[in-house]
């Protein structure tokens, strides 16, 4: 297989024998793999620390690449870089369309968390409800090469997509039932269990105390004393505007070390 020529900002490659224009797969979950990594740190350093800087900072950086891979993808960098990391592996060409449509999605949840968050600093619930939906689409697309967003594509368009990742456009429907065959699906189960009685046991041990009850912070000299603690702890301490509005007060204090 050849490539055709593409113009600077056509949409996909034009590959010969392929009936519409593609886009290399493990690119591309590559690509959704160096955005999932920063998008899960800024949101859980938000959501634990209050701290939403570094969640606008990628935000602004997750829309400039969602709009350079709209023109062509060929031009986004985390293409660019996902590219160069699976330059030794054989391609796996999908279908461009649907991928369009799919990152279109994602563009849209970028420029709403533009207008909320880097914009107004409106920080509550809805912020959660985006972040969480683009942090599930990009974690599907890079574990399992399975887009979410690319199955709705055929809700909106007559023309069914085609050269979906795996070849399931292509595949004969699946017979009723889970697929899972039973003794694997009792190995599942018998993990829950094991999942279970695990949280049961460390929950009845209790929680760890952190590296204050460690004798050896008081033999370094690097344990403060009350006095000094008591003013930057109450600082510390309060609770952001951002906690309080999803009934998250209680939860944050606890993961800041807060009574």
């Given amino acids: 297989m050849k490539k055709l020529e593409n113009s600077l900002f056509a949409f996909g490659e034009q590959v010969e024998g392929y009936p519409v224009r593609v886009v290399n ?12 990594f920063p998008a899960v740190v800024s949101f859980m350093h938000s959501f ?18 969602m709009t350079l891979r709209m ?8 293409m660019i870089a996902g590219g160069w ?3 030794h592996q054989a391609p796996e060409w999908v279908g461009a369309p649907q991928k369009r449509f799919a990152w279109g ?31 599930l689409l990009m974690f599907f697309e890079t574990a399992f090469g399975i887009c ?32 899972l065959p039973l003794p694997q699906a009792a190995v599942l189960l018998a993990f829950a269990a094991v ?14 105390q952190g590296f204050d009850d460690m ?31 999803i009934g998250h007060e209680t939860l944050w204090k606890q993961h800041n070390g807060c009574s």
């Fill in 105 to 135: 999605l994602g563009l849209l949840l970028g420029l709403a968390m533009l207008y909320l968050m880097v914009f107004n600093r409106y920080m509550g619930p809805l912020n959660m409800l985006i972040c969480g939906s683009c942090l």
């Fill in 71 to 78: 023109l062509n993808p060929r031009w986004a960098p985390s």
């Fill in 148 to 179: 979410l967003g690319c199955k709705l594509y055929n809700l909106f368009h007559k023309e069914q997509a085609q050269l979906c990742p795996g070849g399931v456009c292509e595949l004969p429907a699946q017979k009723k039932g889970w697929g």
């Fill in 85 to 87: 990391i699976v330059r």
């Fill in 25 to 36: 797969e493990r690119m591309v979950r590559a690509a959704a793999g160096l955005l999932f």
């Fill in 48 to 65: 634990l620390l209050g701290n939403f800087q570094y969640t606008r900072l990628f935000i602004i950086v997750f829309l400039v690449d």
């Fill in 195 to 208: 999942l279970v009685a695990a949280k049961g046991w460390v929950d009845r041990t209790g929680p760890l």
């Fill in 215 to 245: 004798a050896t912070l008081e033999e370094m000299g690097l344990k403060p004393t009350p006095g000094e603690t008591s003013a930057a702890d109450a600082e510390r301490c309060q609770v952001p505007a951002f906690a309080k509005a």
